[in-house]
């Protein structure tokens, strides 16, 4: 029994080339992530406003990771799925 011949794959190389270029990555788990630096109130008010946007429950939305900088600024990282399918 003859072993089928590899296909080319330059078109392939090509397209996730021009993709990597501008930057169209998703993270390796699938999950979109957007960082803020807000004073401590309008941080609050982002992170409510993220879960009652994307639901925790259908997205899996967490705050990923917080700090405190100086000046009551809060960084903070917040993360869900695409979609909630």
């Known amino acids: 029994m003859r072993v089928p011949a590899k296909p080319p794959l330059e078109g392939l190389k090509r397209s996730l080339e021009k ?4 930057g169209e990555r998703l993270p390796r788990d699938g999950f979109l992530r957007e960082t803020f630096s807000l004073p401590r109130q309008e941080a609050r008010a982002k992170a409510r406003e993220w879960l009652e946007r994307w639901p925790k429950q259908a997205y899996w939305t967490e705050i990923e ?5 100086p000046g009551d600024m809060i960084e903070f990282t917040m993360r869900r799925l695409p979609s909630a399918d």
Do not use: V
């Open 19 to 22: 993709k990597r270029a501008k």
């Open 65 to 69: 990771s917080w700090a405190e900088r």
